[in-house]
């Protein structure tokens, strides 16, 4: 990655940098970009046998209807303010 890039950058993003910061930071993100491009040589494609093969789904517990609370019995205890509904502190 060339100075002037880096400079750019920087200016995106409200940085100020001396000649020297601005040399190692070039350098640094060269060394990151060459080491994304390496990344990118892996055979990365999925395999739901080969990724999955250590997940159990065996010991879950069936899933199961139940009916909810009403709402009025929900709301029993809110009170209406400002357009929010204000509930007891439960938590210290």
Do not use: C, W
Request: no cysteine; aromatic share 6%.
């Amino acid at each position: 990655m060339d100075l002037e890039m880096v400079k750019y950058l920087a200016e995106l993003g409200k940085l100020e940098f001396t000649d020297e910061q601005l040399e190692k930071t070039a350098s640094e993100m060269t060394d990151i970009i060459d080491l994304m491009d390496g990344v990118k040589e892996f055979d990365v494609e999925y395999d739901a046998h080969k990724d999955n093969h250590n997940v159990f789904l065996d010991g879950l517990r069936p899933d199961v209807k139940h009916e909810s609370m009403p709402t009025e019995k929900v709301l029993q205890n809110a009170v209406n303010r400002d357009n929010a509904f204000v509930v007891p502190k439960v938590v210290e």
